[in-house]
């Protein structure tokens, strides 16, 4: 969704809110402005479109100040133009502002303050924040106090960014809700302000994260948080490990390609500091998970959307096979509302790559209301869903920047499945053995991973032939049955071809009305316990003239004869096959979408972390 950048120090701020929002694009937006506090005031450069745009105009039109704030906006109330694009500008040209989240009570807002004679130029929300702080302003009241009033008034989940040519020496932002996070980053004699780490990695690694309903004001060589009720608050800075290069391409022509890569390291990662190969143990320090609560843990709900949804799934299988522990999958905009039958014997567990999905969140909320116990896989370092919950497992990937969901769908496998063998050992459920053995078979996931990149040519040649479908079916069984689903999800979100996912055992209960010669079936027969029942699904798909793409193991004779094309895999332990399976699934809808040179970081209508409802 929206992205906030904000500078202030020694340095020119225009090419460092530039090249911020460039790094923030990967959240998707449809235009994207910044303001500076130059010589002549407060200037602001605005464009509908892709960043060039902006930059173009920035170049015909330089500015060049100490201070200044920019944003990628994400419509949601008015179309996408110039006019609606931030930051919005009050009408005495004293108050500048960039937000994200929705101000919900905006009309009422609105209506009041045209009626005392504010202009509006926009169809925005947003532009109530401007006016209402100009409101306020005054030579007695200054600009925090101004900030912290209109706050009061806000409705809704808010990250808002404010600056003015009265008071040059400040930047002050806050948050309201769950909508988009505010980190400040603290540098030597400068100071930034952005929605997102990557934003400001390259010029400090030390940043604050503000809480909801918290407030910040940021100058060159200090930064002040506070409270809405302005009490100083203790700032509490951390130092991010993550790698700035980790957030550029390289020699990848998407990042998408490139964080399917990654995923050989990011599984190693993962997996490194937690295992105790030699004793077969399993150590997740950060989730303070005590031998009694393991105990006395009646139930596990999952809850997530999208792609951390099928990992989800995956985590289902393993935590009940594995730790003998019931578990309950629910999709996170329904378990908001759904009045789970959740009670103090059981955890929530939120998965999110961003930690900040509004829906997850308000899932996790729901939770710790029933007085659940609040657990979090995440990979945004300092999130939301990291800091609510009680323990976190954080994934060891890396920033992931393409909007498809990649190296944040395997990492969370790992995670579950050592999770299942560590509550499996606490409880008493799994015998030392049979831990032992399943830690082993950890330490081969990274190398198996590795062989089936090497394959990444045989992926193209399939892509070749499927890059102009119209719709394809993915099927799966048991543990792969989320691998078909998320190989349909990977494909649909940045292709655009119609594809969908099913439980194959479902096909003759209506789907398999839809085969015919142009509707191929992605088949995901890899050696586990279900293979036979597949081999008889793949037989019944080729009987309906369907042509067949398999995923087999390496060494199976059976299907590929049946196949039309087949994606191999190697022999994997079947608890930890969807990590392998879905690799070529992420390869072939990669390469579909790139081969109809589609726009693959950033597909249409999609945001990277989506913070609002
Ligand atoms: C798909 C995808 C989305 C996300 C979903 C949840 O490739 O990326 O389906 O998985 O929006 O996002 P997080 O994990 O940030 O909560």
Not at 161 to 171: C, F, G, N, Q, R
Request: negative net charge.
């Amino acid at each position: 969704m929206c992205g906030i950048v904000g500078y202030i120090g020694p340095r020119d701020a225009t090419p460092i809110i530039l090249n911020g929002l460039k790094r923030l694009e990967y959240r998707g937006y449809d235009s994207a402005g910044l303001a500076v506090l130059t010589e002549r005031g407060v200037q602001l450069r605005r464009a509908v479109g892709k960043l060039h745009r902006l930059q173009a105009l920035v170049e015909a039109q330089p500015l060049s100040g100490h201070v200044g704030i920019g944003h990628t906006r994400w419509a949601t109330h008015g179309e996408p133009s110039q006019r609606n694009a931030h930051p919005h500008v009050s009408d005495r040209g004293q108050v500048v502002v960039v937000h994200n989240g929705i101000v919900e009570n905006f009309l009422a807002l609105r209506d009041e303050l045209a009626a005392e004679g504010a202009h509006f130029r926009s169809e925005t929300d947003s532009e109530v924040i401007a006016h209402l702080i100009e409101r306020f302003l005054s030579r007695e009241t200054g600009l925090v106090e101004a900030v912290r009033q209109t706050l009061q008034l806000l409705e809704g989940s808010n990250a808002v960014v404010v600056m003015s040519a009265l008071e040059p020496d400040k930047i002050v932002a806050a948050r309201l809700g769950n909508a988009g996070g505010i980190v400040v980053g603290l540098g030597e004699d400068e100071m930034l302000v952005a929605s997102d780490l990557p934003a400001i990695l390259e010029h400090t690694r030390r940043v604050a994260f503000l809480e909801p309903r918290q407030m910040v004001v940021v100058q060159r060589d200090a930064v002040h948080l506070m409270d809405l009720d302005g009490n100083p608050q203790p700032l509490q800075p951390t130092v991010v490990p993550w790698d700035p290069v980790a957030a550029e391409k390289g020699e990848y022509r998407h990042f998408m390609q490139k964080e399917i890569h990654e995923q050989v390291r990011g599984l190693t990662d993962t997996i490194a500091g937690r295992v105790d190969f030699e004793g077969g143990k399993i150590y997740l320090d950060t989730l303070n998970l005590t031998p009694e609560l393991a105990r006395r843990v009646r139930k596990i709900f999952i809850t997530a959307c999208g792609t951390a949804y099928h990992a989800g799934l995956v985590g289902k299988t393993l935590l009940e096979r594995i730790a003998r522990v019931p578990v309950e999958v629910m999709v996170a905009s329904e378990f908001r509302y759904a009045d789970p039958l959740v009670g103090p014997d059981d955890v929530v567990l939120a998965i999110s790559q961003s930690g900040e999905t509004a829906d997850t969140l308000a899932a996790m909320e729901e939770g710790r209301r029933k007085g659940a116990t609040l657990w979090s896989i995440v990979n945004a370092i300092g999130s939301q869903a990291m800091r609510i919950a009680q323990g976190y497992i954080s994934m060891q990937v890396g920033p992931e920047i393409g909007v498809a969901s990649t190296k944040a769908y395997t990492a969370p496998l790992v995670d579950l499945y050592m999770l299942a063998v560590l509550l499996g050992d606490l409880r008493g459920t799994l015998p030392a053995a049979e831990r032992r053995r399943l830690v082993a078979d950890l330490r081969l996931v990274p190398y198996l991973v590795s062989q089936v990149l090497e394959r990444e040519e045989e992926v193209i040649a399939v892509a070749r032939q499927l890059k102009d479908v119209r719709s394809c079916l993915y099927i799966g069984r048991g543990i792969n049955m989320a691998t078909a689903y998320e190989g349909a999800l990977k494909l649909k979100e940045i292709s655009y071809i119609h594809a969908e996912g099913y439980p194959a055992g479902e096909m003759k209960h209506g789907p398999i009305a839809l085969l015919d010669e142009e509707t191929p079936v992605i088949a995901l027969a890899p050696r586990d316990p279900w293979y036979e029942k597949m081999v008889s699904q793949v037989e019944q798909a080729k009987a309906r003239g369907a042509p067949v793409v398999a995923v087999v193991t390496e060494g199976d004779t059976l299907i590929p004869p049946l196949a039309d094309a087949v994606l191999w895999v190697p022999p994997t332990p079947w608890l930890l096959s969807p990590v392998v399976t879905v690799v070529p699934l992420q390869m072939l809808a990669y390469h579909i979408a790139a081969m109809r040179g589609l726009d693959v970081d950033q597909p249409r209508n999609l945001a990277k972390s989506v913070t609002v409802e």
